[in-house]
């Protein structure tokens, strides 16, 4: 185990070291994987969500501390509205056949991204899903659902303005940590590793703030095929990383 097991004791907000205590994903090529076999697109985000399953507990099993998956972005609105459909669903399907399991495998739910404008039964769904899970001390499950970067960051900055407006915030007081508190991510450590399926290398919108210092691995697998022996490379190639956050080499 070694590295692994260290894991365990590491506070979620004490992040830095050499061990992803929070890992995040932009589980990307479901599509692609559907296509490459003669299958329609939701084919590839069902397979998908079998994926998470799996890396869920898999995760779980290696001390993680929180996971975030990135599964609707802002920009996907402009898909088809049948596929728009088809991923809410997935959702909505997930929420209610795996809820009982997270609970219970001690798993905290908590669902990052603008709720505005969703409909009404996934708002439901998603409170139930957070305050039913509330109390739990195991992995923090981070869903990025209707979830963007800039759109996080202008409603923090919204947020911060109107505490300034009604005086509960001093501008000069403004500084990084406070900041961060009206982020959607408040109370969760940046992440340590980010890993992107489907060989793409780019950000695609995701975590903009909160990635600043977070070691990426691109890799070549489309999201359907990603299980245990991938996340472990990852890992692998996460502890091969020097970290220097600004400063010199400690080696
Ligand atoms: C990732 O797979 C899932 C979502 C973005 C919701 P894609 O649907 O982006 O699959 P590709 O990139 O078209 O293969
Ligand atoms: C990013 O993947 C969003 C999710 C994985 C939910 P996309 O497939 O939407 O990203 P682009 O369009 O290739 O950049
Ligand atoms: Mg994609």
Known sequence: MGK??????????ESGGEIPVHVAII??????????RGLPRI???RRGVEAVRRTVRHAGRRGVKALTLFTFSSENWSRPKSEVEDLFNLLRFFIRNDLAELKAN???IKVIGRREGLPPDIGDLVREAE?????NQGLTLQVAFNYGGRDELVRAARLVGEKMLA??????????RIFEEHLDTAGICDPDLLIRTSGEARISNFLLWQLAYTEFVFLPVCWPDFDET???????EFHSRERRFGGLFHG
Request: glycine residues 10%; charged residues 25%; aromatic residues 4%.
């Open 106 to 108: 001690g798993v905290r």
């Open 131 to 135: 305050s039913e899970t509330a109390a």
């Open 27 to 36: 589980m990307d090529g479901n599509g692609r994987w559907a296509a490459a």
């Open 43 to 45: 084919e590839g985000h």
């Open 167 to 176: 005086g509960a915030i001093d501008p000069a007081d403004v500084n990084e």
């Open 4 to 13: 692994v097991a260290q894991i365990e004791s590491l506070p979620l907000t």
């Open 230 to 236: 991938e996340f472990d490379a990852a890992i692998a």
